[in-house]
């Protein structure tokens, strides 16, 4: 969705440079790598991760903002997400965990010092899954697309912090959401982040959906959702399956 055009004069009359580079990054970005689906998107998050590495923030965070602002805003992020985490009344002890979209580990330290011990953490890229593995011994890590194929699953717990923003396209975004169905246990829980507004293409790797786009991917009687907390300018919330095909779909306190 366009900014309307009195904004997007002002803007220009504002920084008229930084309306320039920013047009121009967007061409670079979409003649580099397309449409950002599959080995398209594969290739910007591996560049973006090479870019930074795994001890900068910025890869993964708000590349306008220094890696110390970045970990502050992660440090509370997790507060949140363990907290919202905690509330489900998961054995995290025993549960089966899946981390999608695992970046620099930090939602998988977190969930280490949770207690989880079986851990699976995929991204889209490989960059930083070698660093990944010597931190967190025994915990797996693996290159993944979402979109593709489910994770061998089932999975008692599923994460998917700031992540479905970057599954652009429709088709991806349905196929992926398919495959968290499919990889999800009966009575586990999908623990995800989303702006909850649009459908709008937002920048050249985020989009904003509606919770009816969620609705549509996990429909009533089976799946349930959750309270939603805000986080961060989006929203946090669960989408709880129930334990059996009969059971009916009561709200997530």
Known sequence: MKRPFRERLSRLRRDPLGVLRGRARLVYLRLRYGRLEGDQAAAFWSDRHAKFGADDLRGVG?????????????????????????????????????????????????????????????????????????RFEGYRF????????????????????????????????????????????????????????????????????????????FPSPEFSFGEREPFREKFLFAIRRSTSEREGGAELA
Request: hydrophobic share 45%.
């Open 142 to 217: 693996e290159q993944h697309d979402l979109a593709q194929s489910a994770p061998q699953g089932p999975f008692d717990l599923i994460v998917m912090i700031d992540v479905t923003q970057h599954l652009v396209a429709e088709g991806a975004f349905a196929a992926a959401m398919s495959h968290v169905r499919e990889a999800l246990a009966p009575g586990g829980a999908f623990v995800v982040t989303s702006w909850l507004k649009g459908p709008e293409r937002l920048s050249f790797f985020e989009a904003a959906r509606p919770l009816a786009a969620y609705e549509e991917q």
């Open 62 to 134: 708000r590349e306008s903002w220094s890696h110390e602002a970045n970990a502050a805003d992660y440090a509370d992020a997790v507060l949140r997400v363990q907290g919202h985490i905690d509330g489900l009344g998961l054995a995290l002890g025993e549960a089966r965990v899946l981390d999608l979209g695992c970046g620099v580990g930090t939602y998988a330290q977190m969930l280490r010092d949770a207690g989880v011990k079986n851990y699976v953490g995929v991204d889209i890229a490989a960059t930083l899954l070698p660093e990944l593995r010597r």
